[in-house]
Nanobody
Framework: QMQLVESGGGLVQPGGSLRLSCAAS????????VGWFRQAPGKEREGVSC????????NYADSVKGRFTISRDNAKNAVYLQMDSLKPEDTAAYYC??????????????????WGQGTQVTVSS
C-alpha cells in the first residue's frame, strides 16, 4: 500500500523550531518531487515548500522563505521540513504529498498526489 506518513509536529513557542518528517512506504520517493502543504482551520490550503526528486530544486512560499528549509534523504525514503523562527501564523495541520509537476514555477501548488494524515503544528506562548 502506497502511503505517506507525516510526523514531528507539536506545540512550540514563537521563535522556536520543529522538524517535520514525511516518510513513504510501499513505494520509492526517488522519482517524485515532494511538497509540504498546510491548512489552518477556516483557511484555504497553502503550499509551503517543494523539493525536486534529486533535491536540486526547491521552492518556498513567500511567507516561509528564510525560515523553513526543505530537504530529502532518498536512502531513507523521506523528506523533511526544518521550521525555524516559528510564528503563531504558522499554526496549521501540515501535510506532504508527491508533486506531479516541477517545483519550478507554481504548478506544484495544485498538481499533487494524495496527502498523508497530517501532523499538527501549534505555535503559541
Amino acid at each position: 500500500q502506497m502511503q505517506l506518513v507525516e510526523s514531528g509536529g507539536g506545540l512550540v513557542q514563537p521563535g522556536g523550531s520543529l522538524r517535520l518528517s514525511c516518510a513513504a512506504s510501499g513505494f520509492s520517493l526517488d522519482y517524485y518531487a515532494v511538497g509540504w502543504f498546510r491548512q489552518a482551520p477556516g483557511k484555504e490550503r497553502e503550499g509551503v515548500s517543494c523539493i525536486s526528486s534529486g533535491g536540486g530544486n526547491t521552492n518556498y512560499a513567500d511567507s516561509v522563505k528564510g525560515r523553513f528549509t526543505i530537504s530529502r534523504d532518498n536512502a531513507k525514503n523521506a523528506v523533511y521540513l526544518q521550521m525555524d523562527s516559528l510564528k503563531p501564523e504558522d499554526t496549521a495541520a501540515y501535510y506532504c504529498a508527491t508533486v506531479l509537476a516541477s517545483c519550478v514555477g507554481t504548478r506544484w501548488l495544485t498538481d499533487f498526489g494524495p496527502w498523508g494524515q497530517g501532523t499538527q503544528v501549534t505555535v503559541s506562548s
